[in-house]
């Protein structure tokens, strides 16, 4: 598989306050990296930076950010909007906030996706009923039925190659979840889009993710396939979060809480790895030294502890 979104040493502050540190990853076609890791830890601003979204105040910086052999940073801001609109599909996390209430759902479909296959399609993912009832205004439909519409808008209107999914599925019950779940896998493989799907579900990741990106404090701390995070962590913080899950991984299943607080580093200063006060293995060189990432292949972990043992 080619690589179709690669990033390496990515800073993101907000007013000077870093949200984000040094953060490389790489996405293959038709691959989903899911990330994942506690609130406040960058995800979000990961995906706002890739997609140029990100608030007014916030300074990006990065070695390389390259989509599809394209650097996006060299892009003018006409080209970016471009790519956003027709490769990088988003797919929002409440559906009320994206579709009018004032216009029929079937009217605000067509307006993205005109093709004579639309029926066919809708009809593949169980929402025949958008067709049956051209009348109806987005109330007149569940909660599950407009979440899949969106997942299904964003993956067909602009056919892109990337589609970013941050938190799509957290206010959905368990069966509509497992449906929308079971669509991104279909349109992965009808489509091949690679995809990155933004979690605290550990249970929705084992069940569809290729690799999982875990990050703390604004760093990406670990990487590696399903198997390998899920089997043989290397990061103390991955290794915690596992630990701390409660009979592993069921469906809704949160993120583990392990005690201490995120290391606040509001000055941006290097002060040591950001886990090292809560981690159980730290020694003298965690407190005073950032830990660097170890790279091998597409994977990453940045823990001295990781280091030594190499
Ligand atoms: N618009 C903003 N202005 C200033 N700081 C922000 C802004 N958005 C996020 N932050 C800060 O940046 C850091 C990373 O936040 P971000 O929302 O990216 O984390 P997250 O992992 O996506 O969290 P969650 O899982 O709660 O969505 C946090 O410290 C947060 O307070």
Known sequence: MADLLTIADLHVDYAGRPAVQGVSLTLRRGE??????????GKTTL????????????????????????ELSELSYEEMR??????????????????????PVLRQLRWYHDGSDLADLLGQVGLKAVIDRPRDYPHRFSGG??????????????????LIADEPTTTLDATVQAQVLRLLLDLRDR???????VTHDLAVVAQICDRIGVMYSGRLVESGTVDQIFNAP???????????????????????????DVHRDVSGRAAGCAFASRCPVAFARCHEE????????????????AEEKE
């Open 290 to 305: 950032d830990p660097r990432p170890i790279v091998t292949g597409a994977d990453v972990v940045r823990c001295h502890r």
């Open 191 to 197: 489509l091949g889009l690679a995809m990155l799907y």
């Open 82 to 103: 471009r790519i956003r609109a027709s490769r990088i599909g988003l797919v929002p996390q409440r559906p009320m906030t994206s579709l009018s209430p004032s216009s």
């Open 145 to 162: 039925q407009l979440q899949r519409l969106l997942v299904v808008l964003a993956a067909l209107a602009r056919k892109p190659d990337l």
């Open 234 to 260: 290397r990061h103390p913080y991955t290794q915690a979060l596992l630990a701390a899950l409660p009979g592993r991984t069921r469906p809704g299943q949160r993120l583990g809480t392990i005690p201490g």
């Open 47 to 70: 995906c706002s930076a890739i997609t140029n979204v990100l608030p007014a105040g916030a300074r990006v910086r990065a070695a390389e950010m390259r989509f599809d052999g394209r």
């Open 32 to 41: 989903i990296l899911g990330l994942v890791g506690e609130s406040g830890s």
